[in-house]
């Protein structure tokens, strides 16, 4: 059984709330209180925390939660987050303890609390319960995903108990600098800017790699960087969005995209579908504005097809030349114009040479003059 505790605010609590300004520590605190799923989180690790049968008496499941998250929101170690809650107001509302009987969990806890996570392969079950609330709330959006890694460099000493290094880490090369340790790939909404999917590798593992398990199935369009190039070969993507500056690599993404789907590749020129000048734009009908910038895709669009496919379309163009079907039109219309001039001359020719031709009377008995 879940038991949620409610927080009863101190004196020192009502004395900081009249404060004119909130540092930005407090708000982000304030909207994380409000959007992750408490009691769905307790639930799932409460079948796994520790009893209070034997030994003191266990903190709080939520208390412990809660630490976690601020050591992992800030990049704090066991000993850094103790001092920190000891320190901020911010923090120590968060974790809604009141110190007057109750005191900060120490390193040690602290510790054996996230162990337990990892024991248990806990971190993935609440990642995945943070999605679906967010989902059932409406705040995920479908349709796009934003891909990215990022390297984790861990120290690559030997000075340990096995005096070698962790076996899942690796040493990989980014520019002229290498780095030893793990690679973190996330997979972001692209509408609202959330984590929806995390995977951890080696940091020798390339990007490309990982990205089957960062997009979702309904995602239509995926955004990468310059370290995503040949995802085209990937058959679980099936559109592709480049953004920024027009380089090398973006164009040979592009080419090699067209040539192996040349028969569904459409190219739009983004110059010609500009939109007016200020002063145009402001005499202009924004209906018709609209209208114009639909009909000049629309135009480029349908001038990928020859115009014999198009017949009834009211877009007319002008057609290129074709030096063959040209040529050999052009023959035939001479042809034809010799022939008819050949008979014509000819008819010609046999008419004058008729007029031309004396006529001799003579009369039935042969005499002539009687």
Known sequence: MVVMTEFQPSLSDVEYSQRRRTPKREEFLTRMDAVVPWTDWVTLIEPFYYSNKRGRRAVGLETMLRMYLLQVWFHLSDEGVEDQINDSFAMRSFMRLDFGTQQVPDATTLLHFRHLLEKHKLGEAMFAALNAKLEADGLMMRGGSIVDATII????????????????MHQTRKGNQWYFGMKAHAGVDAGTGLVHSVTVTAASVHDLDEIGHLVRVDDQVVYADAGYQGVD????IRNI??????GPGKGSILAEFSK??????????????????????????VADEKTNLIQKIVKQILYKEKPSKMPSSRFLRASHFRWVSGSMLAA???????????????????????????????????????
């Open 153 to 168: 460099a861990a120290p690559s000493s030997t000075k340990n108990a096995s005096g070698t290094r962790d076996p899942e």
């Open 233 to 236: 070969k990937r058959p679980e």
């Open 241 to 246: 969005a480049l953004t920024g500056a027009y």
């Open 260 to 285: 192996e789907h040349a028969r569904r590749v459409v190219s739009i020129s983004l110059s010609s579908v500009r939109g007016r000048g200020a002063q145009d734009a402001a005499d202009s009908n």
């Open 332 to 370: 035939l219309v001479s042809l034809l114009v010799t022939g008819v001039v050949y008979l014509t001359g000819v008819s010609g020719n046999m008419g004058a040479a008729a007029d031309a031709t004396p006529v001799r009377h003579s009369s039935p008995m042969g005499l002539s003059g009687l």
